[in-house]
Each structure stands twice: as structure tokens, then as C-alpha cells.
């Protein structure tokens, strides 16, 4: 066993003066003076102060750091509305071949005809899932997608000489939203749910007016429950002019089945880490490409991959990218997104096809439909009973509320002891709207047996709490931290580290 004071050492704690990894072979080519190269200005006055470790200690470091994280090769990971499913290996195979992961983002597009091609159909594929013509895969995560998203409603409504102050969110809404509508510019406008989960109709129609410029909406809604008025919300939006925002943070249910473009949406973000199997989670990388409608296309971000016939007889087309995009929102990042994520979300569209992706959701609502039945029948409904009684799509909603009422534990707690048991917890306490929220999303690649296991897991957990509280606030007890004090972590956090050199 690694001694306690050395397995919480940082890399910084663990350099020494002199320690090298790797040390660079002499220069085969003609040296050139530092200052043709950069000028003073740009040059550092000191070298940087990076740790120095030999390599046999930087393995172990990070390899102890992996080990001391969950992660969805280790166990069950039913984190509600991140969609945790396997990705397959076979995907890292095809993103690490040397033409994908070499290739430098400056190549010039006539040296690039592969990836381009790759990034064009990858385009086409996600137009037919979503129903709409045009594609952008500039945006890299959900919530740069969003912004994308508003940014071309505002593009939308300034060419047509309209000046609207406001964006409607509904109270399920993802917190990304909010603050994307914020980072807009626009004013948030909260529309409430009603008893049955759904939008509340009657208070869309009340806010819904010529100053608002767009809804956005989560379909299935993070209460896991479909729109069932969706036909009636887009007459309301697309009658006071608005544009319908479909948030793809669940589009994971509904691959192959329903189309958002079908709804009426105009606009639609991807989560390629989530629904095509990009791992993800700690910050990244991820992928949220857009898909809009016709009277939207002209504001897509620039330059955008095209396809373009050659104009000499009998050769095929070549791809490229296009700048010339007049009343195009700009550049949203450096380069043309995150290539690797393309690589493998294409992998897995093109393994599944349509008629595999569409089984992928199937199994997916199927998979929590029967989990939930699977935790009633081992009654938990009695102490967590399901935030609405509905037959529920991709994941479901609990409510802790009778747990902490009458076993006198809280959410937090269930949460903390599920990974005495090997499970990673599902999301807390959102939607907000639901009291000690527990939000469960099994993903289609689980077992019926995985399924099984974390029913009786958490029936145990609320047999344990009946006998003796005690045991489940005090959880983690295997982790290799215990519970920590998450407000003052948060209230006085620790983001410097301090670099000593001995």
C-alpha cells in the first residue's frame, strides 16, 4: 500500500530539482537567433516553473489519481440527463488512426480532403436525425451550443429590423440555459410546469408576446417525460413570430423515432459526447453541433464545410471550406471544432445506422421504464416515489421528500452511500422543481442484471436507514475521501497551487 502522506502529494509536491522525464536529442538543423523567432516583448523573463519528475513517478502519480475517480468503465454511472452510455473502444481505434489524430488544424483544405469529407457527412447524418437541412459543427459542448443557438435567433431577428428583449425557459429547464440567454443579452422568462409535468399552456400563452424572440426547450424534458402539447407550444412560439429551440441534451430517447424538426423546432444543438458516444465528463472535450432550418442558415457560424462540384469535367467533388458568409454570427472558436469527437460520433452513426440508432432509444426508454417498475415492485415507491406518474422516457425523476421526511435522510445521503456500493450516484436535487430530486438515466447499454443490482441497492439502503440513519449520513465510507464539506469548499475555494523548487 502507498503510504497515506505520499498518495495526497501533488506533482509539484513530488518534484526535485534536476529530475528529467525525457531529454531532447541535439538539433539536427541550423539554429536561428531567439529573435527572429519572437520578439522580446513576447518572450518569457524566466523560465516556466514546471515540476521536475522522472518518469517512473509521474506514471504512478497520475495512475493513482485514475484509480482514485469513478468512471463508466468501473460501474454503473445513472447520472439523469448526461447519458452515460459505454463508448465503444472500437471508436478510440478509429479516432487514433495517424490521418485523424496527426493531421494539424492549419492544413490547408486541399490536404484535408478526408477529414472534411468525413465532417460533411457527419453533417448530412445529423440534418436526417434532426430533420432539418443545415448543419454547423463549430459549437464544442451543449452549452456553446445553446449560446449558438440564441445568437442565431438574435441574427435572425436584427435582420428583420425586430428588437426582442426576452427568451422563454421553462422551470425544468437545464441550468445552461438561463445563463446562456443571460450571456446573450436577452431577459430570462421562466414558464411553469404543469401538474402533469408538462409545459404549462395556459402561462406560455400569457408570457408568450412580440417582445419574447425565442423558447427553448428540453424534449423529453429533464423530468424525463415527453411534451405531449409540443404541436400546440410551436403554434404559440411561431405565432408571435419566436423562434423554437430545441435543447439535445435528451435527444438520446427519441433517435430514429421523432424528429425535432418534425415539432416545428427551427433550431436544434447536439450533444455528440452524450447521444454518439464520445466519453465525456471532468470538463470534456465534447461537441454540440447546431441544425437549423432554412430562414436560419444564412446566420450559421463561418466558415462551414461544403461540398462543391468540380468544374472540370469527368473529376469528383471536392470539399472546402466556405467564408463567404455575409450575415453569418462569426467564428464561435479557433479551427472547426473538436475533431476527434467527429471522428468517433461518425463511427458510431455509421456502426448503428438508422435502424440500430432508433433500437438505442428504444432500449433506452425501455431500460428505464423497467427500472422504474424494478424499484416499485422492491419498494422504494414508498420513500421515493416517482416525481410524476407516468410512463417515463429515457430516465425518470424521484422525489426524496418522503425519505427525508420519515427515515430522516436526505437525498445528498442516498447519493453518498450508493458509492459505498460500488454505483455512481444519479443527479440530485434537479429539476428544481422537485423536492430532494434524484434523477436516474440507466442509458441503453446496461444490463437487465446491472438494472436488477442497483434496485436492490438502494431498497437496502432505505431497509439500512429504517434500522439506524446514522450509517447513510455519514456516507462515503470505501471512497478515498469521505464526505466533504461542499459549502466551504465552495464558499473558500483553493485554486492556487504553490510551486516550490527545492
Known sequence: MIAQADDTLTIYQRSKAGRRAFVAPDTDVPERP???LLPPEARRAAPPRLPEVAEPEIVRH???LSKRNFDLDTGFYPLGSCTMKHNPKLHERVAGLPGHARMHPLQDPRYAQGALELMWRLQDALGEIAGLPHVSLQPSAGSQGELAGVLLTRALHEDRGEHRTKVLTPDTAHGTNPATVTMAGYEVVKVVSDANGNVDLDD???KADEDV????????STLGLFETGIEEIERIVHGVGAT???DGANLNAI??????GDMGFDIVHFNLHKSFTQPHGGGGPGAGP????DRIEPYLPRPQVVRRESTTNGKEPFYDLDYDRPKSIGRLRGFQGNYGVFVRSYAYIRSLGGPGLKEASETAVLNANYLLAKLREAGVAQYLPAAYDRLCMHEFVLSGEPMRRELKIKTLDMAKRLLDHGVHPPTVYFPLIVEEALMVEPTETETKETLDRFAEIVADILREAREDPEVARAAPYTTPVRRLDEAGAARHPVVRQAMTQD
Open 213 to 220: 424572440a425565442c423558447l427553448m426547450l428540453t424534449n423529453p
Open 62 to 64: 497520475y495512475n493513482r
Open 244 to 246: 423554437l429551440y430545441y
Open 255 to 260: 433517435m430514429g423515432i421523432s424528429r425535432p
Open 34 to 36: 531567439l529573435d527572429d
Open 290 to 293: 447546431v441544425a437549423v432550418s
Open 204 to 206: 406560455l400563452r400569457a
